[in-house]
């Protein structure tokens, strides 16, 4: 059974601070991890793709990696801003194209 | 493009009552889904359409959870007699089918639900 773990739950930094979230899966067959963006009260918004035969995506100030073999994704975020402040959601996707997601972890960006 | 579309936003109901959501995917979008997201966790999947036939529904409360797509298009998701735990978020999400490893869904704002 697939499960999925974000490292840490929630994060505080100052603006301009680069920073990494973390998530990590424990069946390596996914067909593409996702990483979104949750503001609160609101859907999901999509961030990064990566299919799974692809080592990273990046868009503007966001990178996401992904390593299979090991079950590890990554997001990095550079430069911070306040307007990053959100949840943000790394899921993984089955054959079905099914999601499971993790808990998510709540960043803070403080000006 | 419009987005997916999702009706009500909110919802207050008693325990036992009934409730329905809508909800109206982007246009040509073959896959649907329904997820439920707690507070504090992330969404959990409740059921898949593929055009208007389930793919996958092993995580739906059957006994009081049903859902169905008309037409390959709107779904509605409904909850009878609802009980305090069913407290949520449900979102509804489509995608355009292409390879299982390009699935990109979109995501509406969700129907925020409290059971009292």
């Known amino acids: 059974k697939q499960e999925v773990t974000q490292i840490p739950a929630a994060l505080s930094v100052p603006e301009g601070e680069n920073l990494v979230l973390n998530c990590s899966f424990t069946d390596s067959a996914i067909y593409n991890l996702q990483w979104f963006r949750q503001d609160p009260g609101k859907g999901l918004t999509s961030l990064l793709l990566i299919q799974s035969s692809q080592r990273e995506q990046t868009s503007g100030r966001l990178n996401a990696s992904l390593d299979k073999s090991s079950g590890r994704s990554t997001l990095y975020i550079a430069a911070s801003q306040p307007g990053d402040s959100a949840t943000y959601l790394c899921?993984?996707?089955?054959?079905?194209?099914?999601?499971?997601f993790g808990q998510g972890t709540t960043l803070q960006v403080k000006p | 493009e419009a987005g997916v579309a999702q009706s009500p936003r909110y919802k207050i109901i008693e325990k036992r009552q009934s409730v329905a959501f809508w909800c109206n995917p982007i246009s040509g979008h073959a896959t649907l889904y329904w997820y439920q997201q707690i507070l504090g966790q992330g969404p959990k999947l409740l059921i898949q359409?593929?055009?208007?036939?389930?793919?996958?529904d092993s995580q739906l409360p059957k006994d009081r959870f049903s859902a169905e797509r008309l037409k390959g298009v709107d779904s509605t998701l409904k909850i009878q007699p609802a009980k305090l735990e069913d407290s949520a978020v449900y979102l509804c999400a489509s995608s355009a089918y292409r390879s299982p490893s390009s699935y990109e869904q979109y995501f509406g704002p969700g129907t925020r639900l409290t059971v009292t």
């Open positions: 359409f593929q055009n208007n036939g389930v793919v996958d």
């Open positions: 899921a993984v996707a089955g054959n079905t194209g099914k999601l499971i």
